[in-house]
């Protein structure tokens, strides 16, 4: 079970981590309680201070067990009968962080009290001054998101820009406070968390990035109807290109037409390749033509960075449909450039069918092909399963290259199909070319197929 440990405190957290039965635990309560009814001046004295720390570890046996209220109540007891030991303020910190898990109404508003009292009382103790916020703003979102206006209003104003007065925070700062509140904002309705996140947007000091990150992941789960506009404008102006990159990752699981415009001016235009990446990326995950047609454009623009007609190659085959195999298909004899042909033969094969699997199969045959993708377009076509064993087996018997018929014996090694142990058997017993019986031996020494033993001692016995 997972306890945050405040950086203050981590001598105590990591003190007393020993799993203890509910029952020994409220043992071991009542035993460090017994007695301990001390006066103030008794509290201050070296006995007094051990019975805190032997009432505070039973406490903190009983948060570490999972047990919020004894525990809360443990930690009220510590504060209440030592309150001039240094556990004291601790322990109502601890008592509100056990109120907090324990989740109900009720107790939530009984943490901020106990956050209040700490304030009151301590407000110089390191529990206080370094942990005490960022509990607050929690506990805050999560009265805030059961109707509780103060509360929201106190989670707003954390959120809300601000100027720079404290260390930038990054989006993954579970103990910065603005992030909490940024959080916190998660649960809260559209009308009220997204006027806040949009001015969290509209900064530009460098200090926000962490923030206006977290805001973009924030804003992308609300319903509301100027959602869209906004992460449109974050990707298309945020000076943070981290920033437009969450944006533009967003915009990709929305259908809106101005989302693939924006996208494809990004493709054509951007500068920076992670942002034409995350365009590409965001274009794949669209079902329109439009945005297919504009990957299409770009796999066959000659001007285009390789890498990014790469990645168009790539997703156009995870299309999967008709009209994106044939276009692939057509792509393949007008390129050049032999990593994008290759691309081109992954991406066919990653599309499966018979009609695929037949025209790779036909490349693997061409002998004016270079060697090497004649190769891989029989791997891949094996690989993905865009050809069937049947066909890499008539295959084999058709071809006399060497190296043809040493990448279709691995191929067949790589499938799992007891036909592909068969042929490979057959190859071992009855192929006239030794070193193609050797390959085909080898390949069946990796098989798990129980056949291949009683075929291998054949063979040593022939």
């Known amino acids: 079970m997972f306890i945050p440990i405040r950086s203050t405190l981590a001598g105590l957290v990591l003190a007393s981590l020993a799993a203890v039965p509910v029952t020994g635990a409220q043992q071991s309560a009542t035993s460090a309680f017994t007695g301990a009814a001390a006066s103030d001046s008794a ?29 809360a109540e443990l930690f009220s007891r510590v504060a209440e009968r030592f309150p001039r030991t240094t556990q004291a303020a601790d322990a109502l910190y601890w008592r509100a962080f056990a109120l907090f898990r324990s989740g109900s109404g009720g107790n939530l508003s009984a943490a901020l009290s106990a956050l209040a009292d700490l304030e009151r009382r301590y407000p110089s103790s390191p529990a206080f001054r370094n942990d005490a916020g960022p509990l607050r703003i929690r506990i805050c979102g999560a009265l805030a998101a059961r109707g509780d206006a103060g509360c929201a209003a106190d989670v707003a104003a954390a ?10 925070p990054s989006e993954d700062d579970e103990n910065d406070e603005r992030i909490m509140a940024m959080n916190a904002l998660m649960n809260m309705n559209s009308d009220a968390a997204v006027p806040i996140l949009e001015r969290t947007l509209a900064r530009r000091d460098e200090c926000s990035r962490g923030l206006r990150k977290k805001a973009v992941f924030v804003i992308s789960q609300k319903r509301s109807g100027n959602v869209v506009d906004i992460l449109l404008r974050v990707a298309r102006e945020d000076p943070a290109i981290d ?5 533009i990752f967003w915009l990709g699981n929305v259908r809106d037409e101005r989302v693939v415009d924006l996208l494809a001016d990004l493709v054509s235009s951007s500068s920076e390749p992670s942002i034409q990446e995350k365009a590409i990326f965001a274009l794949s995950n669209s079902r329109s033509e439009k945005a297919s047609q504009v990957l299409r454009d770009l796999a066959q623009r000659d001007n285009a960075p390789r890498t990014a007609r790469e990645q168009a190659i790539f997703w156009l ?8 195999g044939e276009f692939l298909r057509a792509l393949y004899a007008r390129l050049t450039d032999r990593d994008l042909k290759d691309r081109v033969l992954f991406s066919i094969a990653n599309q499966r069918g018979a009609d695929n699997g037949q025209w790779l199969l036909g490349i693997a045959l061409n002998d004016r092909e270079p060697m090497d993708l004649r190769k891989n377009a029989l791997f891949h076509a094996g690989n993905q399963r865009a050809a069937s064993v049947a066909d890499m087996a008539g295959l084999y018997d058709r071809i006399t290259e060497k190296q043809m ?12 199909e007891p036909e592909a142990v068969d042929k490979l058997m057959s190859i071992a017993e009855k192929d006239t070319d030794r070193e193609m019986r050797s390959k085909a031996i080898f390949w069946l020494g990796q098989s798990r197929d129980p056949r291949v033993l009683r075929f291998l001692e054949a063979l040593i016995n022939k």
Do not use: H, M, W
Request: proline residues 2%.
């Open 317 to 324: 085959g995870n299309r999967r449909d008709a009209s994106s």
């Open 159 to 168: 959120a809300a820009p601000q100027g720079q007065t404290r260390s930038c």
């Open 405 to 416: 018929k040493e990448q279709v014996i691995f191929t067949l090694s790589q499938r799992r």
């Open 243 to 247: 920033v437009r990159e969450q944006a």
């Open 43 to 71: 509290s201050g004295s070296s006995s007094g201070s051990a019975q805190a720390d032997s009432a505070y570890q039973a406490a903190r046996r009983a948060l570490d067990g999972g047990e919020y209220r004894q525990a």
